[in-house]
């Protein structure tokens, strides 16, 4: 049950694209397509803004999309805005209903 | 609209028990898996428990095993958390959070905050 691994802060500009990475193991990010991203501002409680590796929830932006590749899942924001400034987690299924969330990222909008 | 309201937190001196209530409305409460969500001040979120719609299957993170017990009560809309032999490292904003059918956690409430201190 190790913490999924994010790099602590990713900036951008307006307008601009990131991507926030996620890296797991074979046993959770690897072994199923059951990722999830969150977003939190401070002092809020998290938002679900990807579902099941790729899939926006309703009235979530199309700004964000989602991917996996082996053990690596990741977060992309396109058109950067200033409402984007936020914590962002992953979080991976890890079976018989447990999950591990990912070590969160920072992401400044310069 | 969906409510997941947490309450029960507070200050508590290390080894006490304190019992956490996340109270739900606007959903069929007794349809969806459940889960509890900490975040300690300034760091990351940490999964805790969870436990299925009908309490059949409960799980819970390796650091709390045999100190918390989480419990539903769906006539109630309710669910909890009853924390004991609480450590300094319990200490964390602890969110309930409804599971949906896609293995995430797709409805939170708005947290309440636990403080393990002498």
């Known amino acids: 049950q190790s913490a999924l691994t994010q790099p602590a802060s990713v900036s951008g500009s307006p307008g601009q694209s990131i991507t926030i990475s996620c890296t797991g193991t074979?046993?959770?990010?690897?072994?199923?397509?059951?990722v999830s991203w969150y977003r939190q501002h401070p002092g809020k409680a998290p938002k679900l803004m990807i579902s099941?590796?790729?899939k926006r929830p309703s009235g979530v932006s199309n700004r964000f999309s989602g991917s996996k590749s082996g053990n690596t899942a990741s977060l992309t924001i396109s058109g950067l805005q200033a409402e984007d400034e936020a914590d962002y987690y992953c979080c991976s299924y890890a079976g018989s209903s447990t999950y591990v969330f990912g070590t969160g990222t920072k992401v400044t909008v310069l | 609209e969906v409510q997941l309201v947490e309450s029960g937190g507070g200050l508590v001196k290390p080894g006490g028990s304190l019992r956490l209530s996340c109270a739900a409305s606007g959903f069929t409460f007794s349809s969806y898996s459940m889960n509890w969500v900490r975040q300690a001040p300034g760091k990351g979120l940490e999964w805790v428990s969870s436990?299925?719609?009908?309490?059949?299957?409960?799980y819970y993170v390796d650091s709390v095993k045999g100190r918390f017990t989480i419990s539903r009560d769906n006539a109630k809309n309710s669910l909890y958390l009853q924390m004991n032999s609480l450590r300094a490292e319990d200490t964390a904003v602890y969110y309930c959070?409804?599971?949906?059918?896609?293995?995430?956690?797709?409805?939170w409430g708005q947290g309440t905050l636990l403080t393990i201190s002498s």
């Open positions: 959070a409804r599971e949906s059918s896609n293995f995430d956690l797709d409805q």
């Open positions: 074979s046993s959770d990010v690897g072994s199923y397509n059951l």
């Open positions: 099941e590796v790729s």
């Open positions: 436990i299925s719609s009908s309490s059949n299957y409960i």
